[in-house]
């Protein structure tokens, strides 16, 4: 019998590899890393474990990767969203952030949203966002997996003075946080409307010689794409292509607009996309193609964008909105599947943040990022494939379970990694209520 | 000080009718009705409960709407939906409906129903289904309020032979239930293309003598407005208005596929229309514009569907749906803002369904159907509107307490009107699972 940490007993589990759902399974777990997955009664004459775990009623998945989202606007949640996009960018969040935003609100807010999306079973999220620093610092302290963009624009910004110093810190970011076995720094232009050829040129240089990540917000609105044909000659996924800085790594957000083209030129250069379906309906800026990026052969991932634009950071239900989504646009139920919408929601997340090597499925080896869905409210039942419950009748309140890394960060229902009521202070507290009130 | 048997505190009450949103409001109950609702300090001093409830971090909210769903079809939840619409309802659901669908199967599926809408904060659900008479018995044993759509087919159906039997069981379920206090029958035709005209001419003189409400599915797909023009030289809703079907009290579901001639006569006729926006995008039938109907004076509700083609009765999601799907059709963020999503689901259903002097808002006199929600949870805060948290904040998880004439069916999250374990066991039960599984 091999003594191991931790062995988990699910009604079913979900493996999101290219390996088929598993009843009555069982996984163990130990230092914080899959030993082994499969049959509870095969495994169970095999291991040891100092904790036992009997989830019988559940569907085990590896954590949800949020692929997108700027977890500090969770501050700004209660703003009215006044669009489209570009309207509320300018009349709302950018004046906004350039009154309230420093390294405190930064800090309040992302606790507020690592709250959130740990008790939804996010067990690692994609950041873009000011003062980057002190998400990666929260991220190490509370133990959660963080891909920590460091924004990239021309302009003055809380964060930075000119696009000198976003480079600046970007790099010092990568130099401080490389290797982190929980946080991977990531190089994160705006868009191309808030940076220019010569930083593009500069942060390839940089990339290049790093082998970062990068992602950008792209290809969001029809304005933007003819703003780019009028500015540049060329879409702005065709101006980046040029520019050399598509490649594998490179995550693309939103992608409602896109040609043939566009999708062709995803594929060839490698980049994956991240899809964030309420974010994209409520600010009225489109509907990214799902069904032809992956038929065309590229990865697409799932995000929920800011909490100020969408709500809620809640992936499993931005999984129901991509399939319903994608059938509304093609008239056809089957265009996404719910397993594909979960596949997004991890594996997918994984690849395009480069970390498909460590999270996103439920393979031996990878670090123990899991979570546990009960199945069983009077609203999931009957089953018959658990990927269509987990998504289409389960909600986030049926995650009873989440782990990074083998350490539980919710159990039963209880979130372990922070204490509500610190929370709710948090949220509350006077000068962040105050000044994002006042901009109201 | 006046006795009365119940006074519940809340951070936030939303009347949903033309009164504005009080902050420290109280709500004082007897004899099942809503006596007053005002501020808690004020009111505090007038009543002496039997009961007296606070929650402190809640919104209270008259309890919801569901303007259209069929309830027996959850024991259909898992089956996959392949569609669109026609291809679905002939390959899946109407060949199954023939093989299983019983008065059994209906008591079973409606239980499992009921259960999960009151978790979510349904009060009163207007359904359409075979063996409408077990639906009413239910709703009278477990005192929730339904309206029971008969539904009329000219086809045989598991519950009727031909649209004489239809007709006559559906007078039948008119006679024993009218006048209840909380189930009211209705003539549920199922569709222009299941019923001809000659049963409609019948249904007329038959409703025009009941003065009774009509539901009915209409122009949920572009094929059957097609349809409809081909076989009759009119719209679906141009030839029920010649059949002088069309009045106050006749709810139009779906109604995706509008001119502004179809919208202008729905205005004229009184009718109201019921959206169901998720079970819309997942068949891919179409949007329904919510705002031009809802400009031009239409009354609209809103209504989940069934869970065989939708997953979840889940009417805050709608909600929450709803407002997105509207936003992504006119790329107006504010086009259906959250309290206008929250008054569809609360008063916009009451109306629709001949209810609005009974149920619908928070008014004295009116019946206590409540519904708290909070909104206290990380996921949700900061709270400014508390509409807006409500709905794209708080999900159905945030419902605490729930009252249905008073009657307390959820409290603190706990359903006392089902047992879950029942509710598992009848959804588990051998003949309607395997009946279904069959099938799948």
Redo the contacts between chains.
Sequence with gaps: MQPIDLFIESRWALPMDDAPVLEHAAIAIDAGRIVELGAASALAARYAPRERLMRPHHALLPGLVNAHTHAAM??M????????LMQ?LNETIWPLERRCVNAQFVRSGTQ?AM??ML??GITCFADMYFFPEEVARLARARHLRVVVGAPIVDARTPWAADADEHLDKAARLWDEYRGDPLILPCFAPHSPYAVGRETFVRLRRLVDQLDAPLAMHLHETQTEVQDSLAAHGARPLAWLADEGLLRPGFSAVHMNWLTDDDIDLAMRTGISVVHCP?S?????S??CPVGDLRAAGVNVALGTDG?AS?????LL?EA??A???A??A?????ALGAIDALRMATLGGAQALGLAHEIGSLMPGKAADLVCIDL??????????PS??V???A???AVTDVWVGGRAMVRDRRLLA?D?AE??AI??EAPA?AA??AA?
Tied chains: 1, 2.
């Design positions: 969770s501050l949640r209660h703003l009215p969203v006044r669009g489209p509320w507020l709250a959130e008790a939804a309420q994209n309906q409520r600010l009225g489109g509907i909490a969408v709500g809620a950071l809640d239900a129901r909105s399939c319903l989504l059938s509304l093609t008239h056809n139920p089957q069983s409210a009077p609203a999931c039942l009957p089953v018959d494939e269509d419950t998504v289409f009748a909600g986030r309140d922070f509500p929370i709710a949220a509350l209520r994002v009130g109201a």
